[in-house]
């Protein structure tokens, strides 16, 4: 369906034809017209030539002081057609002898030339210039005709063309119309798709594209609305607790500990909303004005001794150069690593949290290892799924399942990703690829 005003493929293509045709036909009749001109001229050069070849011999019998002009008069009158201007002039130019009808043929040119209404040709001999010369008033007839019988059938050829242009890239086009058809029918989230084969690659490739995009919206779209429920779920359990303690409160009742587990379900509820804001702000790709070049170094260093002030039982092994630059949004590649840190501190044990710096092409790899029981197998394609906790290796672990999905989005819109190694022997390893600004190799290493 278009709109008041607009134009139809089919019309656009239908004009763009007409008009190639047009033009093609033009230049046809152009040339053919060139063509037919440089012919006739040509033709009428052979005749003249001709005359002049047969007329020249004449002049060459007596010198030009002793010649007997009525004799050459006669003799050329003999070889000259009734359509040809012969004249004969001396060296200054005078006449001498002039046969046929039309205007004088003077001026000093050689060869062959156009004299307004004439087509002339000249040869010099003992001293005596022979001009033969044609009325060109045919040839521009015969030409006039050719090119204004060539201009109205190419009239009439632009005039049935334009007419079945229509028709035939309606045909052409229809496919996209069966497509358009199609993709009006299609209800969001049914799971339908188009399915077309029109037998044309292009359509075809556009149908089955457009059916890939359909369910990437849908998977965006479910993985949408898992994210709403659980997030409703999270939202409504310690919105619960507290309206219950805060009511039995307010009639009276309870043991004097309501109101610690009051603050402790809406201190969850507050941690929560955070969490969701900064997840939410991790979402699509992050733009320029809110980046700057930040040393990922000096980010990794600083909470490092943060975390050291809080956990005095655990101990950072950090390799790092003393420069590895990015175009980041540092609040969000901070937070990112320190969810990063805080996952590795939560289920790692005893032993050292290893930090590793690394350069790849193109980008810098930051590794965060920790030890303890792993992460188990049947979890390990779901830790970036949103609200996901596996509390298996440790049961007393408590979050929102948000600091993983949280850090890989945060890498995703910076144009890196966090992925979870290769599982090693009582360890677990995640990796945190960025794009690299710059790199400085000086090493140095902290325990």
């Given at each position: 369906?278009?709109?008041?005003?607009?134009?139809?493929?089919?019309?656009?293509?239908?004009?763009?034809?007409?008009?190639?045709?047009?033009?093609?036909?033009?230049?046809?009749?152009?040339?053919?017209?060139?063509?037919?001109?440089?012919?006739?001229s040509l033709?009428?050069?052979?005749q003249l030539n001709?005359?002049?070849?047969r007329?020249?011999?004449?002049?060459?019998?007596?010198?030009t002081?002793?010649?007997?002009?009525?004799?050459?008069?006669?003799?050329?009158?003999?070889?000259?057609?009734?359509?040809?201007?012969?004249?004969?002039?001396?060296?200054?130019?005078?006449?001498?002898?002039?046969?046929?009808?039309?205007?004088?043929l003077?001026?000093?040119?050689?060869g062959?030339?156009?004299?307004?209404?004439?087509?002339g040709?000249?040869?010099?001999?003992?001293g005596?210039?022979?001009?033969?010369?044609?009325?060109?008033?045919?040839?521009?007839?015969?030409?006039?005709?050719i090119?204004?019988?060539?201009?109205?059938?190419?009239?009439?050829?632009a005039?049935?063309?334009?007419?079945?242009?229509?028709?035939?890239?309606?045909?052409?086009?229809?496919?996209?119309?069966?497509?358009?058809?199609?993709?009006?029918?299609?209800?969001?989230?049914?799971?339908?798709?188009?399915?077309?084969?029109?037998?044309?690659?292009?359509?075809?490739?556009l149908?089955?594209?457009?059916?890939?995009?359909?369910?990437?919206?849908?998977?965006?779209?479910?993985?949408?609305?898992?994210?709403?429920?659980?997030?409703?779920?999270?939202?409504?359990?310690?919105?619960?607790?507290?309206?219950?303690?805060?009511?039995?409160?307010?009639?009276?009742?309870?043991?004097?500990?309501e109101?610690a587990?009051?603050?402790?379900?809406?201190?969850?509820l507050?941690?929560?909303?955070?969490?969701?804001?900064?997840?939410?702000?991790?979402?699509?790709?992050?733009?320029?004005?809110?980046?700057?070049?930040?040393?990922?170094?000096?980010?990794?260093?600083?909470?490092?001794?943060?975390?050291r002030?809080?956990?005095?039982?655990?101990?950072?092994?950090?390799?790092?150069?003393?420069?590895?630059?990015?175009?980041?949004?540092?609040?969000?590649?901070?937070?990112?690593?320190?969810?990063?840190?805080?996952?590795?501190?939560?289920?790692g044990?005893?032993?050292?949290?290893?930090?590793?710096?690394e350069?790849?092409?193109?980008s810098?790899?930051?590794?965060?290892?920790?030890?303890?029981?792993?992460?188990?197998?049947?979890?390990?394609?779901?830790?970036?799924?949103?609200?996901?906790?596996?509390?298996?290796?440790?049961?007393?672990?408590?979050?929102?399942?948000?600091?993983?999905?949280?850090?890989?989005?945060?890498?995703?819109?910076?144009?890196?990703?966090?992925?979870?190694?290769?599982?090693?022997?009582?360890?677990?390893e995640?990796?945190?690829?960025?794009?690299?600004?710059?790199?400085?190799?000086?090493?140095?290493?902290?325990?």
């Open positions: 369906m278009t709109g008041k005003g607009q134009t139809t493929l089919a019309g656009r293509v239908a004009a763009v034809q007409t008009r190639v045709t047009i033009i093609t036909l033009a230049l046809v009749t152009l040339g053919t017209g060139i063509a037919v001109s440089v012919a006739l033709k009428t050069d052979q001709a005359v002049l070849g007329a020249t011999p004449y002049l060459d019998e007596k010198p002081a002793t010649m007997d002009w009525k004799w050459l008069d006669g003799e050329i009158q003999e070889v000259r057609p009734s359509n040809v201007r012969i004249e004969v002039r001396d060296a200054a130019g005078h006449l001498k002898l002039a046969q046929g009808d039309g205007p004088g003077e001026g000093a040119w050689t062959c030339t156009t004299l307004g209404a004439l087509r040709c000249t040869v010099e001999s003992h005596l210039r022979l001009v033969a010369a044609r009325n060109r008033a045919d040839d521009v007839a015969i030409l006039q005709t090119v204004g019988a060539l201009g109205l059938i190419s009239l009439l050829a005039a049935i063309i334009a007419f079945i242009s229509r028709g035939v890239t309606g045909r052409a086009v229809r496919p996209l119309s069966v497509l358009a058809s199609k993709v009006e029918g299609l209800e969001p989230g049914s799971g339908e798709r188009l399915k077309l084969r029109s037998e044309l690659a292009e359509i075809d490739i149908a089955s594209r457009f059916d890939a995009l359909v369910a990437r919206f849908e998977d965006a779209l479910e993985r949408e609305k898992r994210f709403t429920a659980e997030a409703s779920h999270e939202l409504r359990t310690p919105l619960t607790i507290a309206l219950a303690e805060m009511e039995a409160l307010a009639r009276g009742e309870g043991d004097g500990t109101p587990r009051a603050m402790s379900a809406l201190t969850r507050s941690n929560l909303a955070e969490s969701l804001l900064w997840f939410a702000r991790a979402q699509g790709k992050i733009v320029d004005d809110r980046t700057d070049v930040v040393n990922i170094c000096d980010v990794i260093r600083a909470l490092a001794e943060s975390l002030a809080t956990h005095a039982d655990k101990r950072f092994v950090l390799v790092l150069p003393d420069e590895a630059l990015v175009q980041a949004e540092e609040p969000l590649i901070a937070r990112a690593l320190g969810n990063l840190f805080d996952n590795a501190i939560k289920y044990d005893e032993g050292p949290i290893e930090v590793q710096v350069r790849a092409p193109g810098v790899k930051v590794s965060v290892v920790n030890g303890g029981a792993g992460i188990p197998e049947a979890a390990r394609s779901r830790v970036f799924v949103p609200f996901f906790r596996s509390n298996e290796a440790t049961p007393k672990a408590e979050g929102f399942g948000l600091g993983l999905p949280f850090a890989r989005a945060v890498a995703r819109a910076h144009g890196g990703d966090l992925m979870l190694a290769s599982e090693k022997a009582h360890k677990t995640l990796v945190l690829q960025l794009p690299l600004v710059g790199w400085n190799d000086v090493t140095a290493a902290a325990g």
